[in-house]
């Protein structure tokens, strides 16, 4: 006797299907879910491999690349089949995933060198592995036996972080033969990926991808060489601490070498605050020091450890808020949903801000404003303010790369620094992590700690905030005379015992489920650092889980 259940399809209606038919065979079953392209499903605020089968009647919401988890199932498979490209073009090169760069992924081959033509063979493989339509089979084995065949394929990384894996099973994915271990879904086969190209960027490969601010299209290339140095700065500090990847870190946090890990990663951050605070005070010019960078950087206490640097250069810096020089409320631009857009570059009088400026530059007393937020008024300090030639201003505010908002003031007085968390620590060669979820995961234990705010709050808001990045921050990151990393290579090991509470609050009636259940299944990998008596008062991390001397708790 056959045995139906109803599924109550998002956007097309309800259907009965047979019990334990996979999500890919509905795909098939409902013409309007034909040539869909849809790479996975949404069951109970849950994401769902389109292996899943239907044993209950239930509601189910297919995704494609235009949902964010529908896009992360693209990227791992494209990821997926371009190691699996190189592996049989170059039998012995290992393919790191290393990070976004450029509206890509960026990529690099070792024990090959590689060139255009190089690049051209490879994209040549990828296409023909794609129009087989290969099967990507998730296959659940004992974790042993995954070892013995990462052993084989010489995938050393993925036995590093296996000694710490709790479970005894453990599901991988296989292509043809080639094993590969993802940490979230992949298609169910080659031919789910329609759009890729790449592109030589000595010494790697920018893999790109649709993205939605190209139309899901491919999007155009943008050099961003300065970002580009700047992660390569941090892997060659990755290097000098031997801490690559999750099981390299695991290992330092195990044999108690993390507390020396813990003095260089600090000492490395001094070291560069330092080499700008040397830059800034070697040209007598700089008068203006723009701060910026996209939430939770680390922007604030960098701003507090630069001035102090440029004190012990002979410096006597002062700092302008640029929130005081909000527009009155009624004068707030609105947003496309008509709500006040406080992230506009035009919601800062940005005449007055250039105004006060020339007058503190030319040695002129000012009044300085002060914004009243319950009021929405601008009032201004009794008090006014004066500075020296030996008196740098520093400013910190999102859109201080933006030659708009000082457009008044010569370049050659200004200095602009980029700030951002480029996490360069991998959970192993092809699976990388994002730099949003550190900084994600930094603001969500902060507003918990500062603000009130629990998880959903921090979620709720985290796409709005990623917007008025996207708008106002990152098309600028060039414009930096210099970059700043934040990102601290040991810090998702402190974050995680602040993060995991927080984040197992959410129950599966949120729609932020599917996003808690992500973040807890990344973070499980680390070993908690549980003692922080190493981590100085001034570090960024202490912005966020508490203890810095640059915050009033």
């Not at 493989?125 to 087989?132: A, C, F, L, N």
């Not at 339509?133 to 052993?151: G, Q």
């Not at 994915?173 to 271990?181: Q, T, W």
């Amino acid at each position: 006797m056959t045995i139906e259940k109803e599924v109550n399809i998002k956007g097309i209606g309800k259907v009965k299907v047979k019990k334990g038919t996979p999500l890919k065979d509905l795909l098939l079953e409902v013409s309007e879910l034909k040539d869909k392209n849809f790479l996975c499903g949404r069951i109970n605020n849950e994401i769902k491999h389109l292996d899943y089968k239907i044993d209950n009647n239930l509601e189910v919401e297919f995704l494609d690349i235009k949902d964010k988890d529908g896009l992360r199932v693209y990227k791992r498979t494209l990821s997926y089949i371009f190691v699996k490209a190189c592996k049989e073009l170059y039998e012995n090169s290992r393919v790191s995933i290393e990070h976004s760069l450029s509206n890509g992924l960026y990529v690099e081959i070792h024990n090959v060198y590689i060139t255009p033509r190089d690049v051209k063979k490879i994209k040549g493989k990828m296409k023909e592995i794609i129009d087989k339509d290969l099967d990507i089979k998730r296959e659940l084995i004992k974790t042993n036996e995954a070892d013995k065949i990462f052993k084989k394929q010489n995938m050393k990384d993925k036995l590093r972080l296996s000694k710490y894996r709790q479970k005894k099973d453990i599901h991988v994915y296989n292509l043809d033969g080639f094993y590969d271990k993802f940490y979230g879904y992949l298609a169910p086969s080659t031919g789910f990926i329609d759009k890729f190209n790449l592109k030589y960027y000595r010494p790697g490969i920018i893999i790109q991808y649709p993205r939605e601010d190209s139309n899901f299209d491919i999007p155009n290339f943008i050099e961003q060489n300065k970002l580009a140095k700047i992660f390569k700065e941090t892997e060659t500090w990755g290097e000098i601490l031997d801490v690559g990847n999750v099981g390299a870190l695991n290992d330092k946090v195990k044999d108690g070498s993390i507390g020396d890990i813990i003095r260089v990663s600090e000492t490395l951050h001094e070291k560069k605050l330092s080499y700008i605070a040397d830059s800034i005070t070697n040209d007598k010019n700089i008068r203006i020091i723009l701060i910026a960078g996209p939430s939770s950087s680390g922007k604030t206490t960098f701003a507090h450890r630069l001035s102090i640097h440029l004190r012990v250069n002979g410096k006597k810096p002062i700092s302008i808020s640029l929130d005081d020089y909000f527009v009155n409320r009624e004068d707030t631009p609105l947003d496309e949903n008509g709500e006040y857009d406080f992230e506009s570059i035009d919601a800062i009088d940005i005449e007055k801000f250039n105004e006060d400026l020339i007058k503190l530059i030319n040695g002129d007393e000012v009044r300085l404003p002060k914004f009243d937020f319950i009021s929405g008024k601008r009032k201004f300090r009794d008090k006014p303010t004066k500075i020296n030639k030996d008196q740098p201003i520093i400013i910190e505010g999102i859109h201080g790369l933006n030659e708009k908002l000082t457009r008044s003031i010569p370049k050659n007085n200004k200095f602009k620094v980029y700030v951002s968390a480029l996490t360069q620590l991998n959970i192993d060669y092809h699976n990388r992590i994002p730099t949003t979820d550190t900084r994600l995961l930094r603001r969500m234990v902060r507003d918990h700690n500062y603000r009130g705010n629990d998880a959903v709050r921090t979620l709720k808001l985290w796409d709005s905030v990623r917007k008025g990045e996207e708008s106002n921050i990152f098309p600028y990151q060039e414009e930096a005379d210099v970059m700043f990393n934040s990102a601290l290579v040991y810090e998702l090991a402190v974050l995680k015992k602040y993060a995991e509470p927080l984040l197992k609050e959410i129950d599966s009636s949120s729609k932020y489920y599917a996003e808690s259940k992500r973040l807890l299944k990344f973070l499980k990998y680390f070993k908690d650092i549980s003692e922080e008596e190493n981590i100085p008062n001034t570090s960024i991390i202490r912005e966020f889980v508490g203890g810095s001397c640059f915050r009033e708790d």
